[in-house]
């Protein structure tokens, strides 16, 4: 329906989704049709020329009183707006509720970003991107690490991660149409070259992963937010060395 500039429905277009439907106008036709002939005849016509014939039509119309087709046709009037008004209570109460709980198609995949770091150092960003594919914004969502298998030091489960250019924030929205990065990993290089040096989780202890051999590991996200169901993630990764590798994503049912 039309809206104000807040946002909200206005008055006159509420009055038009009520009111201005085939079933009310012709019931109003109708009321002023019978009620009208029926009241010429009976209070104008017939007085004057007591010795006129009655059309058929008049019988049929005569068969109640001009009043009572007046009555009969406004409490046929309050029937329609109230379906109408039903209808329109009920149209809005959907839409409300899609906003509120709305059937967002999340994509995550993962991207591997150099940058350069505050201490001057390059780093290797290892990002998750939640793209979000509908057309509903998700409101203040949370991708956060439940567990993994990987040997942190000092990782405490149920932690979020920052988000991408976020000045430290670990929520934000996801606008419709649009995607979100989380950093997971970093991976600190060594100056003038490509070799890691070390690799941290972004979650609020950022744990170190200490050096090990080539294994298979997994890693427990949990996306949350005000308006989405909470959805679950795991990771399957590569630990090489002193970096883990993202290999594939699986929603966990």
């Given amino acids: 329906m039309e809206k104000d500039r ?36 009976d209070d104008l016509l017939i007085p004057a020329l007591p010795s006129l014939d009655r059309p058929r039509l008049y019988a049929i119309i005569h068969w109640l009183p001009w009043y009572i087709w007046t009555i009969a046709g406004l409490l046929l009037l309050v029937f329609f707006v109230g379906e109408n008004a039903y209808r329109v209570i009920a149209k809005a109460e959907d839409e409300a509720d899609r906003l509120r709980n709305p059937n967002l198609n999340f994509v995550v995949t993962h991207e591997d970003t150099p940058q350069t770091l505050n201490s001057g150092q390059i780093g290797i960003h290892r990002r998750i991107v939640v793209a979000n594919d509908s057309d509903v914004m998700a409101v203040n969502c949370e991708l956060a690490v439940e567990n993994t298998s990987l ?37 600190f290089l060594v100056f003038n070259t490509d070799v890691p040096q070390f690799t941290k989780m972004c979650t609020s202890t950022w744990p170190d992963l200490p050096i090990s051999g080539e294994s298979q590991e997994t890693i427990d996200l949990r996306l949350a937010g005000d308006n ?26």
């Fill in 6 to 41: 807040q946002g909200r429905t206005t008055k006159s277009k509420l009055w038009r989704e009520l009111l201005w439907r085939k079933p009310i106008t012709v019931t109003v036709i109708l009321i002023l049709f019978f009620s009208t002939v029926a009241y010429l005849w």
């Fill in 151 to 187: 040997a942190l030091t000092g990782f405490t489960c149920n932690s979020a991660l920052p988000v991408k250019d976020g000045n430290g924030a670990r929520r934000a929205n996801i606008h419709q149409r649009s995607t979100l990065h989380f950093d997971l990993f970093v991976t």
């Fill in 228 to 253: 989405i169901s909470t959805r679950r993630f795991q990771i399957r990764a590569r630990r090489k060395s002193r970096t883990v590798e993202i290999e594939e994503f699986r929603l966990q049912l």
